[in-house]
Each structure stands twice: as C-alpha cells, then as structure tokens.
C-alpha cells in the first residue's frame, strides 16, 4: 500500500515532530492532511518521564490541538503487560513521580522501599534519579526478582545534544549486577497493537513513522508494518547498513513526509 493510502500514522514525538519545544517544519501541514483524508494519527513516545497531560499541554503550546487520546506510551504498554502478567505484583518503581502516579491511579502497587516485600523491580527514564534508586535495585536484583524497563532508548534528544535515557540508566545496573532488564515499549510491538486495537485500523492501513530505527522503526517491523525512518532526530543513514533495520521509506523530516503524502514535488 501506497504512502497515499495510508490510513493510521503513528508518530514518535521526540526527534520526530519537535525537539525540546521547537517544532520541525511541516507538522502542523502534515497533521491536517491525515486529518482531511479522513485518516487518523496517535503520538507514540518511550518516554516515561511525562504523563499524557503533559504531552497535551506541551503540543497545545506548539500550536497543534491535541487530545489524551491521541497519545500512546510505553507507561500504558508497561501497565498493560503489568496487568495481565503481574496482576498482583508490588512494584519497586524507580522513575519520575509522574511515572509512579499514572501506574498507581490504574491499580499497580507500587514502592520505593525494599522493606515493603517486593516482587518485581520497574524502570523508567527517570529525570529524577538518585544514588539511593542505584543502590535499592541493586539490592534487589541480587534477590533474583524480574525486572522490567519501560524502554531500551540509549539518550534522550534535546535541542543540545542528548542526555542519557532509560536503557543507558539500566545498562549501569547491568554492569553491576549482570542482570538484563525485561524492556517494552518500542522497539516491542505491543504499543502497534494497542493503537490498532483502539482505531480499528488495519496493520495495512497503518505506519510507523519515527528518527530510530532500533526502536520506532523496529517496533513498526516487529508488528508487520511499513514505516518511514526520518533523519531528522538521532539516526542518520549509516544506521541502516550498521544495524541491518531496513525502513520502508527513508524521509529528511516530516516536511519531506507530508510533500510525499501529497504526491508533491
């Protein structure tokens, strides 16, 4: 199926539409065009750190109406996995207060003291991290419980360079402890799921569009999508051949995505 007639467009956000509160040239166009076709389009994020509030207030502030229901997060694949494998699980959480609140307010008991009998060590990208958090999950790692991560991302992108995110801040404990997390999120299917879940789209009518090819665009192969790697964030063209991730479109940015959709020179 042709770019033209794509139906669902899941769009990372970080790298992908804006960097920090500047957004890239051409979003505002290509969302309406989604929109016009009668399309539909859902933000995707790994990040952790934010509630979707946040997410809606950070885009209404660049200019795009948004709504909670626009978004997905690896918090919501995380709570997901949560519930169905680990329904009564307490969770010894190390992320930001955000994290921790979305995943108590949907009925995950969570931590932070190794005391409280814990049964399962949770990561996230944590804006918040201390040495104490370092130290717990070493603790409790050595007690052989499963640890999950919400997401493998080495950095975080920022309009100056990138700062270390969730699978950079679990690869130090893996120094430590030579335990490996269990991640989700991108580059693991089940966010694609969701989203076609949730619109009734077809994995035909769907694709993935973001600046990583090992998490967004492997993420999209891994569900059976097509995607569209753009360069516009943290992945540059030598990724494909060093990483063996083949995209089904390689775009410049978003600008270049939307003049594509249009069959626009």
């Known amino acids: 199926m042709s770019l033209q007639e794509k139906k669902l467009f899941l769009l990372d956000m970080d790298g992908t539409i804006y960097l920090d509160d500047n957004l890239f040239n051409g ?9 016009a076709r009668g399309g539909r389009y859902l933000f995707l994020t790994n990040n952790s750190s934010r509630g979707v509030g946040d997410y809606v207030a950070k885009l209404r502030r660049l200019g795009i109406e948004a709504e909670e229901g626009d978004f997905l997060t690896s918090v919501d694949a995380t709570i997901d996995i949560l519930q169905r494998e680990y329904p009564t699980a307490r969770c010894y959480t190390a992320g930001t207060e955000s994290f921790r609140r979305q995943l108590a307010a949907a009925g995950i008991v969570v931590t932070d003291k190794v005391e409280d009998g814990v049964d399962l060590l949770l990561w996230g990208f944590d804006r918040e991290l201390t040495f104490q958090k370092l130290e717990d999950s070493c603790i409790l790692l050595g007690r052989d419980i499963p640890w999950l991560a919400t997401n493998p991302d080495w950095v975080c992108p920022t309009a100056y360079g990138y700062v270390p995110d969730c699978g950079s801040m679990c690869q130090m404990l893996t120094r430590a402890t030579g335990r490996e ?7 693991q299917p089940d966010m694609v ?6 619109t009734g789209f077809s994995p035909e009518e769907a694709v993935m569009v973001g600046d990583r090819l090992y998490t967004d665009i492997a993420c999209g192969i891994n569900a059976g999508i097509d995607t569209v790697f753009v360069l516009s964030g943290e992945g540059t063209r030598r990724d494909i051949a060093e990483m063996d991730i083949h995209p089904t479109w390689v775009m410049d940015d978003i ?3 939307y003049r594509q959709m249009e069959d626009r020179k």
């Open 27 to 35: 979003v505002t166009d290509f969302l309406a065009a989604v929109k």
């Open 181 to 187: 997390p269990r991640y989700l999120g991108k580059p």
């Open 193 to 198: 799921y969701l989203a076609l879940s949730r």
């Open 255 to 257: 600008a270049q995505l």
